[in-house]
């Protein structure tokens, strides 16, 4: 049997008072795309940045390719690629300076034209990141997060402030990552039911349901996936949630 790429166990994380992750364990299998459902508040982007290692855990067992996040920091880098909801680069340098400074932290990066054309930004390659725009900032973040052919993708909210053509050009760049491990945060059910191979949804920092799509359906009793987080949460997802805290 092989080992799954990502092995999280009883994960807990504590913000003085609140409980952002509680308990929480699941796996993802090499070449899965996993999503992680859940309203704003959820622990949905706390969970994967102690995954990523950038946060650490109060208890709980992490393990992504058999490394730990915070004792494999160096070798965990070279397999893991990471974009975040959030993301600071340097405002001065152009979109072409981005790609080749991430390019040269790995052995064999991807070509950058081939990352530009992923995302839809060649034509912006001689352009400062402050003068990006939102949607065209997250699109260059998705490139430098696969910029070393990284086994195992984090992508937090990947496609929120795209507009419907630049998501489809994303969703179809995703489709093409088959041989690699996917974790999505999302809080879009038509991006969850096109990429995703199952859905763990999460509901104030705990683990309530992890099916397939249509497994989650069948499982409430509803008629799609939008009706079924509402009667595994008691929530409705809102059009665009992106707040913090996660």
Known sequence: MSVPAIQV????????????????????AAGEVLGLLGVNG?????TVELIAGLRTPDEGRIRVLGLDPRRDRGALRQVLGVQLQQTYLHHALTVAELVDLYRAFYPDP????????????????RTRFEKLSGGQ??????????????????????????????????WAGV???????VLLVSHSMDEVERLCDRVAVLDGGRLVALDTPAGLV?????????????ALTGRELAPEEDGCPR
């Open 218 to 230: 069948a499982r409430a009793g509803t008629t799609d996936l939008e009706e079924a987080f509402v």
């Open 110 to 125: 991807r070509p950058a034209a081939d990352l530009l054309d992923l995302v839809e930004l060649g034509g912006h390659a």
């Open 42 to 46: 959820a622990g949905k982007t706390t």
């Open 9 to 28: 166990e009883h994960l807990h994380k504590r913000y003085g008072d609140v409980v952002a992750v509680e308990d929480v364990s699941f796996e993802v």
């Open 137 to 170: 900032q997250q699109r260059l973040s998705i490139a430098l997060a696969l910029v070393g052919r990284p086994r195992v993708v984090i992508l937090d909210e990947l496609t929120t402030g795209l507009d419907p053509r630049a998501r489809r050009r994303v």
């Open 175 to 181: 489709e093409e990552l088959r041989a690699e491990t």
